[in-house]
């Protein structure tokens, strides 16, 4: 078993930046692909952004490409994301996940963290 907990987020104003991390615990990090995805209110979850497990392929959504950058540190167990320029349509509950090597979907998942970007 995986465990996986975000934090970081909170409330910043448009234009400012967050940074969320999410910790691995249970289970070796490395061989896992880590993503970041998200969810509005009435809106399903969706991608963000994701990396392999030794960070050579980095996969954006259209909508942060540019502002969000993601990162991971297999030391640590750790996976971030930086967030820039934020806009009021970031706002949402960011959740991180881990998705082993040949898996077709995500296979763990965190509990979520509250990004809120007033304008």
């Known amino acids: 078993q995986m465990h996986l907990v975000e934090s970081g987020g909170g409330l910043v104003q448009a234009g400012g930046s967050l940074r969320l991390s999410c910790a691995v615990s249970?289970?070796?990090?490395?061989?896992?692909?880590m993503g970041w995805f998200r969810q509005a209110p009435g809106k399903e979850r969706g991608f963000v952004a994701s990396?392999?497990?030794?960070?050579?392929?980095?996969i954006y959504a259209d909508s942060v490409k540019g502002r969000f950058t993601i990162s991971r540190d297999n030391v640590k167990n750790t996976v971030s994301l930086q967030m820039n320029s934020l806009k009021p349509e970031d706002t949402a509950v960011y959740y991180c996940a881990a998705r082993a090597s040949g898996s077709s979907g995500y296979n763990y998942w965190g509990q979520g963290t509250q990004v809120t970007v007033s304008s």
């Open positions: 249970g289970r070796t990090f490395s061989g896992y692909s």
């Open positions: 990396l392999t497990w030794n960070a050579g392929i980095r």
